[in-house]
């Protein structure tokens, strides 16, 4: 049986849960803010929104030394002005923001009455009960600008993440950030609302990851910009191939997970992970376009034709495949058929199953004492049988890793073939179940012993390893349950 690609696990995005605290993005250019405390935390907060365009007035009658230097030093976008004196409740009149450093809980009361009275935003440094609004770790690339929050529960863990997130954002986003700003009034003026602004704002993005921008760059984008506008191209959208991995989304490249967060379709595989696909677009259209063998699946040729569909609609499609789109994914295929339509097409790796289960055992595909070959083939042919057109005698190679996918139905005949060619019967296997997903599991086995019917169990995706890489896996001859890629072992 076949049916047509649709959605029947959920199709669009899960609703947004609780939010502990709202992001917002306060605009303090020539906006009055007070600073009461002259500590070290209250110069750091001082030079905040002195650095976010504010006009601050510090009262401290004994301010440290890093305030000192900070008020000597000034600011670029607001100013800082340093009052020797404690706060009392006038110098709040006008306030748009009022923060304290203060010494006890009362203080930090009285403070934050004054400054509601007074109309102001207010923030008591580490004292939440006291706060209209809390500061968080700061990711600048100004005009981007990427605040992380995490409720004062582990301040530490924000500055992780916000490290983390600093090494994916290319210092030149400043500038093209920048540069979008410019061009923004005029690329509205321009473009229709809908596909024409979005297409150039998806192009400017693209080049947003690259290089800083070159001179001239403003020229070039408003140059897009009309083409778009006067109707140049063709209109096509395009489709990305995009390697989901074996299910772990943190084993995605960044560059796949671009592609995820541009697209407007994305036909997903059976075996790609939820985990994986809340990586995308919100707005994204998820259709499952399942192909599981001996199931009821998609025919390639209605994906093909959806592909094409979607891309003359000008829409951006990724084809979102389970591992490497280039490892038994029928890619040769779909790109063949999208070339053949004038439809552009750009494949992003993906991790394949073979790959990941060798860094879920630890273990080394292409050890030099044990291999000096490595080779991936398709458990069956077309007809779903053993393929004889396979190398046999030379898979049945002892110094070769053999790593078979898809081969669960065929796995008796498999090990019959290879032992027949000359293979060891005790060469040690590793039989990897849904690797890389919650479920995985890895089992270690000899060769001979897949000679028994339903050695491989059912409802599983597969992928066997055949090799003396695997003796220690053999060895141990146990199933192990482990929680994803990487993070397990016999």
Not at 423 to 450: C, H
Request: hydrophobic share 45%; proline share 6%; glycine share 12%.
């Amino acid at each position: 049986m076949t049916r047509q690609p649709r959605s029947p696990r959920e199709a669009e995005p899960a609703r947004m849960g609780p939010l502990a605290k709202l992001p917002v993005f306060l605009d303090l250019h020539g906006r009055r803010a007070v600073v009461a405390g002259g500590s070290a935390g209250a110069a750091w907060k001082a030079e905040l929104l002195a650095a976010a365009g504010a006009a601050v007035d510090v009262y401290a009658a004994e301010p440290s030394d890093e305030m000192e230097r900070l008020v000597a030093r000034g600011a670029e976008a607001g100013s800082l002005t340093l009052h020797r004196r404690p706060w009392s409740v006038d110098v709040l009149t006008g306030a748009a923001f009022a923060l304290i450093d203060a010494e006890g809980e009362a203080e930090a009361q009285a403070f934050r009455c004054a400054g509601r009275a007074a109309g102001a935003i207010v923030n008591a440094v580490d004292k939440p009960a006291h706060c209209d609004v809390q500061f968080g770790s700061i990711v600048n690339r100004s005009p981007v600008v990427v605040g992380i929050s995490t409720d004062g529960a582990a301040p530490i863990l924000g500055q992780a993440i916000r490290r983390r997130i600093e090494t994916l954002l290319p210092p030149g986003l400043a500038a093209w950030g920048g540069l979008a700003k410019r061009v923004r009034e005029r690329v509205t003026e321009r473009l229709k609302p809908g596909q024409e602004r979005r297409g150039f704002w998806e192009h400017l993005a693209e080049k947003a990851f690259g290089a800083p921008p070159a001179e001239g760059e403003a020229e070039r984008l408003l140059a897009e910009a009309e083409r778009i506008a006067t109707g140049g191209g063709d209109g096509r959208g395009r489709v990305i191939l995009v390697g989901a991995g074996p299910g772990d989304a943190e084993l995605l490249t960044l560059k796949a997970v671009r592609a995820l967060q541009a697209a407007d379709v994305i036909l997903f595989d059976d075996l790609v992970s939820d985990e994986v696909l809340e990586l995308a677009r919100r707005e994204a259209k998820r259709m499952m376009v399942g192909k599981r063998g001996g199931r009821d699946s998609c025919r390639q040729e209605d994906i093909n034709a959806l592909m094409v569909q979607l891309a003359r609609q000008g829409r951006r499609v990724v084809r979102l495949k389970a591992g490497d789109p280039m490892v038994f994914g029928r890619a040769g295929e779909e790109i063949a058929m999208l070339e053949a339509a004038g439809i552009p097409v750009e494949v992003v790796p993906g991790i394949s199953a073979a790959i990941a289960l060798a860094s879920a055992l630890g273990v080394s595909l292409t050890h030099r004492d044990a291999s000096h070959s490595l080779r991936f083939v398709t458990g069956h042919a077309k007809n779903g049988e053993l393929d004889p057109t396979l190398d046999w005698r030379g898979l049945a190679d002892p110094d070769t890793t053999l790593m078979v996918y898809m081969g669960g139905r065929t796995a008796p005949a498999i090990a019959g073939r290879l032992i027949a060619e000359g293979l060891d019967p005790a060469t040690p296997v590793a039989i990897g179940y849904a690797v890389g997903q919650p479920a995985q599991r890895i089992a270690g086995a000899r060769l001979a012993d897949l000679l028994v019917t339903g050695a491989i169990e059912p409802g599983l995706p597969v992928v066997i390893g055949v090799g003396r890489v695997f003796e220690a896996v053999a060895a141990a001859a146990v199933g192990v349950a482990t929680a994803g890629a990487g993070r397990g072992g016999v």
